[in-house]
Protein backbone atom coordinates (compact mmCIF):
# COMPACT_ATOMS: atom_id res chain seq x y z
CA UNK A 1 0.00 0.00 0.00
CA UNK A 2 0.84 3.50 -1.43
CA UNK A 3 0.98 5.86 1.79
CA UNK A 4 0.15 9.57 0.33
CA UNK A 5 -1.67 10.31 3.32
CA UNK A 6 -0.50 11.49 7.00
CA UNK A 7 -1.48 13.20 10.02
CA UNK A 8 -0.16 15.70 12.45
CA UNK A 9 0.44 15.27 15.62
CA UNK A 10 -2.79 16.92 16.89
CA UNK A 11 -4.82 14.92 14.08
CA UNK A 12 -3.68 11.87 15.14
CA UNK A 13 -4.44 12.98 19.24
CA UNK A 14 -8.02 13.70 17.97
CA UNK A 15 -8.29 10.21 15.87
CA UNK A 16 -7.40 8.84 19.14
CA UNK A 17 -10.28 10.65 20.74
CA UNK A 18 -12.64 9.57 18.53
CA UNK A 19 -11.77 6.11 18.57
CA UNK A 20 -11.68 5.79 21.83
CA UNK A 21 -15.27 7.05 22.11
CA UNK A 22 -16.92 5.26 18.66
CA UNK A 23 -14.27 2.38 17.94
CA UNK A 24 -12.83 1.66 14.69
CA UNK A 25 -12.71 4.53 12.44
CA UNK A 26 -12.29 5.21 8.51
CA UNK A 27 -11.67 8.33 6.50
CA UNK A 28 -13.05 9.61 2.94
CA UNK A 29 -11.79 12.58 1.22
CA UNK A 30 -14.88 14.56 0.29
CA UNK A 31 -15.05 15.33 -3.56
CA UNK A 32 -16.56 18.59 -2.80
CA UNK A 33 -20.58 17.74 -2.54
CA UNK A 34 -22.35 18.09 0.99
CA UNK A 35 -19.20 19.39 2.99
CA UNK A 36 -17.15 20.95 0.38
CA UNK A 37 -13.50 19.36 -0.09
CA UNK A 38 -13.09 17.88 2.97
CA UNK A 39 -11.50 14.90 4.98
CA UNK A 40 -14.61 13.16 6.50
CA UNK A 41 -14.26 10.50 9.48
CA UNK A 42 -17.25 8.31 10.37
CA UNK A 43 -16.99 4.50 11.94
CA UNK A 44 -15.43 1.78 10.08
CA UNK A 45 -18.07 0.47 7.79
CA UNK A 46 -20.76 3.38 8.19
CA UNK A 47 -19.46 4.48 4.59
CA UNK A 48 -19.83 1.59 2.00
CA UNK A 49 -16.63 1.84 -0.32
CA UNK A 50 -16.69 1.13 -3.87
CA UNK A 51 -14.83 0.20 -6.42
CA UNK A 52 -14.18 3.75 -7.68
CA UNK A 53 -13.02 4.51 -4.19
CA UNK A 54 -8.64 4.41 -3.86
CA UNK A 55 -7.10 3.18 -0.35
CA UNK A 56 -4.41 5.71 0.36
CA UNK A 57 -3.17 4.82 3.12
CA UNK A 58 -3.81 5.46 7.29
CA UNK A 59 -3.62 7.81 9.44
CA UNK A 60 -3.87 6.70 13.20
CA UNK A 61 -3.83 3.16 12.18
CA UNK A 62 -7.35 4.36 10.53
CA UNK A 63 -8.01 3.18 6.31
CA UNK A 64 -7.96 6.86 4.41
CA UNK A 65 -9.81 6.57 1.23
CA UNK A 66 -10.25 8.89 -1.78
CA UNK A 67 -12.85 8.87 -4.41
CA UNK A 68 -11.08 7.88 -8.25
CA UNK A 69 -12.18 11.21 -9.82
CA UNK A 70 -10.46 13.35 -7.36
CA UNK A 71 -7.70 10.97 -7.17
CA UNK A 72 -6.48 11.95 -10.50
CA UNK A 73 -6.23 15.55 -9.68
CA UNK A 74 -4.28 14.45 -6.17
CA UNK A 75 -2.38 11.87 -7.42
CA UNK A 76 0.94 13.43 -7.40
CA UNK A 77 0.51 14.92 -3.91
CA UNK A 78 0.60 13.67 -0.35
CA UNK A 79 -1.94 14.44 2.14
CA UNK A 80 -1.45 15.98 4.98
CA UNK A 81 -4.44 15.64 7.47
CA UNK A 82 -4.78 18.52 10.35
CA UNK A 83 -7.08 19.92 12.92
CA UNK A 84 -8.32 23.37 12.92
CA UNK A 85 -10.76 24.95 15.29
CA UNK A 86 -14.37 25.19 14.12
CA UNK A 87 -17.36 23.15 12.77
CA UNK A 88 -16.31 20.11 10.75
CA UNK A 89 -18.32 18.20 8.41
CA UNK A 90 -22.44 17.47 9.17
CA UNK A 91 -21.69 13.52 8.82
CA UNK A 92 -18.30 13.42 10.34
CA UNK A 93 -17.35 12.28 13.72
CA UNK A 94 -15.31 15.05 15.10
CA UNK A 95 -18.61 17.41 14.05
CA UNK A 96 -19.31 18.34 17.50
CA UNK A 97 -15.79 18.84 19.21
CA UNK A 98 -14.96 22.38 17.63
CA UNK A 99 -12.29 20.82 15.71
CA UNK A 100 -12.39 20.16 12.16
CA UNK A 101 -10.25 17.50 10.06
CA UNK A 102 -8.49 19.74 7.29
CA UNK A 103 -6.57 18.86 4.43
CA UNK A 104 -3.58 20.14 3.53
CA UNK A 105 -1.08 18.93 0.48
CA UNK A 106 2.91 18.88 -0.85
CA UNK A 107 3.72 17.88 -4.14
CA UNK A 108 5.44 14.49 -4.10
CA UNK A 109 8.15 14.07 -5.95
CA UNK A 110 8.71 12.86 -9.46
Not at 40 to 54: N, T
Request: proline share 5%.
Amino acid sequence: MNNQVTATPAAQALIKTLAAKYGPLMFHQSGGCCDGSSPMCFQAGELIIGDSDVLLGEIGGMPFYIGAAQFAYWQHTQLIIDVVEGRGGMFSLEGATGLRFLTRSVLCPI
